[in-house]
């Protein structure tokens, strides 16, 4: 998986209560991206990091948040967590940004981490 | 329409045949192209990526690219059970927020 790790790989929580999921890259990558994957929906993008304490927001941001206080790592807070945030959750990361230059943007994933809201 | 769209099968193919797989984009400034692989249960795998016009060939994968049809494909040659799996096409996005769309996969089934 690149040098990426995620925890926890599952977890099963309550409706409210507020979630951590982490992602630690040993690739020095300076992007590093959060995905979700659902069933029909397909992977859509969360929130994305270009670099230590600077994050933009992906297609379905609502109820996130993230922060990146260091390279290797990037952390995805779910707030208040939902029934609708059941899903998994994959953290990537890459050299250059989508769309710079042909090469060195290839994204590539952690192994995901399983999340189930009650 | 779609701005990354494939066939979402299941695609059924013999073992040692060729399968073919296909992806339709909407983003005419896209200039990279990738084909993840997914075994289930696991993350995408990065198996091509293609930037030219053109065939990229590694081992049995061939990946096709027509930036002027907006298509890229992915031949699997002597196909084997292994390679049983959803297969992820993935298009930058240029115009408007950059980010890499994906399609939603190809379930692809290699029969022994």
């Known amino acids: 998986d690149a040098g990426i790790t995620q925890s926890p790989r599952h977890k099963v929580t309550e409706t409210g209560t507020p979630v951590t999921l982490r992602c630690h890259q040993t690739?020095?990558?300076?992007?590093m991206y959060w995905y979700r994957q659902d069933p029909g929906h397909g992977l859509r993008l969360i929130h994305y990091s270009y670099g230590v304490k600077d994050t933009d927001k992906g297609e379905v941001s609502d109820g996130y948040s993230v922060s990146r206080s260091k390279t290797e790592d990037f952390l995805l807070t779910l707030e208040s967590a939902t029934s609708s945030q059941t899903s998994v959750y994959f953290c990537a990361i890459s050299e250059s940004f989508v769309g710079l230059g042909e090469t060195g943007n290839e994204q590539f994933f952690g192994p995901g981490t399983r999340l189930t809201v009650l | 329409q779609k701005e990354v769209e494939q066939n979402s099968g299941p695609l059924s193919v013999p073992e040692g045949a060729i399968a073919s797989l296909n992806c339709t984009y909407s983003d005419r400034g896209s200039q990279s192209f990738f084909w993840y692989r997914q075994y289930s249960g696991k993350s995408p795998e990065l198996i091509m990526s293609?930037?030219?016009?053109g065939d990229k060939e590694d081992g049995r994968f061939t990946a096709q690219l027509n930036k002027a049809s907006q298509y890229v494909s992915l031949l699997i040659r002597d196909s084997q059970p292994s390679d049983s799996a959803t297969y992820l096409c993935a298009v930058p996005k240029i115009q408007g927020a950059q980010k890499l769309v994906f399609g939603q996969g190809t379930r692809l089934t290699i029969n022994p």
């Open positions: 293609i930037y030219s016009n």
């Open positions: 690739e020095n990558h300076r992007y």
